[in-house]
């Protein structure tokens, strides 16, 4: 039975990597959902965010969960891998408490890997790696959803060795950014050493591991980390401004402070000036669907962070992809607009 706090900030885990080694395809598999297939050329060209609720995440780790768990679930933000993206990983690394890795485990390190470290390296955001696509070493049993430590207990022993020799080959990759790691299975300290998690997205294998290091890093993060606590007027940022069919311009957020309610007046970043609007709706996503794609919302008064969520509201034409947006509340108005000026001055 798991514990949750009331008003405990979901965690923001932020999904990175090269091109096709797995990130959305790994999402699918956590998510119950084939966001791939409805990608042209499956090549993911926005930031994404899905809300995976900690009961969803229970029952793919099957047992495994530690029992003091408070986070309420996780908010999974989905990058582009496409070299073109940068200021997209770059906005995703910003925004992101935790962060998950992927490496092909049999194309190893590429451009957009060094990329990704990089960027956890400036925010210092702790982060896991997942070594995507076990099931295509060579003689590889598949085991469909078994944890990594079950499936690799039923391997021959040249497949155990050829996948640990690419274990040591990422760890020793890693190591010439500074950073320590090695299967998460033999780690004692997360803190000091970073967890590589051997996966397959397409089998399901090693997703209960991945899903429990996550977890428990969230959790240490969070109990270390007073701000995680919904407190406040909402602050988000804005990942893309949307003309749809019947509602007019609306923007795609991820509020990561704080609360936004209907009827609160906020200040976004537009092309020339801040905006100052009225929210008239909030759309949220359904659990484990993703906010960029998904046509079903549900209509809320209030969300809290950290979540994705769509916002109605007039003279949204002119608001900024990548700004900042604040809820104003009373007497702050003035000291928003001036912090917003500011920003769009700088950029
Ligand atoms: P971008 O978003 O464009 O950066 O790519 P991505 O990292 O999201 O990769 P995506 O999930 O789209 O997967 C790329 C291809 O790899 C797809 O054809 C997947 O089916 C395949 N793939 C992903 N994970 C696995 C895996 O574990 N095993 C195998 N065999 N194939 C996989
Ligand atoms: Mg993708």
């Avoid at 470290?117 to 099931?135: C, H």
């Avoid at 290091?213 to 007027?233: D, I, R, S």
Wanted: glycine share 8%.
């Amino acid at each position: 039975v798991t514990r949750q706090i009331k008003d405990l900030r979901t965690p923001i885990i932020c999904v990175m990597g090269h091109v096709d080694h797995g990130k959305t395809s790994m999402l699918d598999k956590i998510r119950g959902t084939t966001v791939t297939d409805i990608e042209a050329g499956e090549i993911t060209q926005h930031i994404g965010a899905t809300e995976v609720p900690l009961y969803t995440i229970e029952s793919l780790c099957k047992g495994v969960l530690p029992g003091n768990i408070e986070v309420p679930g996780l908010l999974f933000i989905d990058t582009p891998g496409h070299h073109a993206f940068t200021t997209l990983r770059s906005r995703g690394g910003a925004l992101s408490d935790l962060a998950v890795l992927v490496i092909d485990i049999i194309d190893g390190f590429q451009p957009q890997t060094d990329e990704a470290l990089k960027i956890l390296k400036q925010y210092k955001t702790p982060f896991i790696i997942a070594a995507n696509k076990i099931d295509r070493i060579p003689g590889w049993r598949v085991n469909p959803s078994f944890s990594f430590t079950k499936t690799f207990e039923s391997q021959p022993d040249n497949v155990k060795n050829a996948l640990d020799n690419r274990i040591y080959d990422l760890a020793g990759k890693l190591s010439a950014y500074g950073f320590s790691a090695d299967r998460y299975d033999r780690i004692r300290d997360f803190t000091r050493t970073i967890g590589i998690v051997p996966i397959s997205a397409r089998t399901g294998e090693g997703i209960p591991d991945l899903l429990m290091v996550l977890v428990g890093l969230a959790q240490k993060f969070l109990e270390k980390n007073l701000k995680l606590h919904v407190t406040g007027p909402g602050v988000g940022t804005v990942l893309e401004v949307k003309e749809d069919k019947g509602l007019g311009y609306s923007i795609d957020t991820i509020i990561y402070d704080g609360e936004i309610r209907t009827g609160d007046t906020i200040v976004i970043g537009g092309k020339e000036k801040p905006i100052v609007t009225k929210v008239r709706a909030l759309l949220k996503p359904m659990p484990n669907r993703e906010l960029r794609i998904v046509e079903k919302f549900d209509h809320v008064d209030r969300v809290t962070a950290s979540a994705g969520v769509k916002i109605l509201a007039s003279d949204l034409d002119k608001a900024m992809a990548g700004s900042h947006l604040r809820v104003a509340r009373e007497g702050m108005l003035n000291a928003l607009i001036k912090e917003i000026e500011s920003e769009i001055e700088r950029a």
